[in-house]
């Protein structure tokens, strides 16, 4: 028998590890990391690098109601306990320049 996703439990995990979703890029999928976080909890969450495509949005604003429901997603799980922590990459080097700050329970690091 099929477990249809509705009924799949909330798999727990200490880590979880995401990078490269390039949130501003019509190629990123956010659906699927929404999707992803529907069923799989963490104490830690790191965003490793690329998460907003800064390269693109220069070129191009693209910015859909997906894009703010993950950082809305990611925020939440900030402020209900999960340790989040970001660290910038390439793409999103305009991070770089706040390395040891907190926003809204998210911590920007160089190496976490």
């Known amino acids: 028998m099929i477990q ?5 439990e909330m798999k727990k995990f200490r880590s979880i ?5 390039h949130l501003g ?9 929404l999707d ?7 104490e ?9 495509d800064g390269w693109r949005l220069k070129k191009s604003w693209f910015w859909d109601q997906l894009h703010n429901d ?10 209900k306990g999960t340790k989040v922590s970001y660290i910038p990459g390439n793409h999103d080097q305009f991070a770089r320049d706040h ?3 907190q ?10």
Do not use: T
């Open 99 to 101: 390395i040891g700050l």
């Open 17 to 21: 590890w995401i990078s490269d979703l």
């Open 4 to 8: 249809l996703l509705e009924d799949a």
């Open 44 to 52: 830690y969450l790191y965003l490793n690098g690329d998460m907003i």
């Open 70 to 79: 993950v950082l809305q997603k990611i925020l939440r799980q900030a402020r």
């Open 25 to 33: 890029a019509k190629s990123s999928r956010p659906h699927c990391l």
């Open 103 to 112: 926003m809204g329970g998210i911590e920007i690091c160089r190496n976490c």
């Open 36 to 42: 992803f976080f529907r069923y799989h909890q963490c």
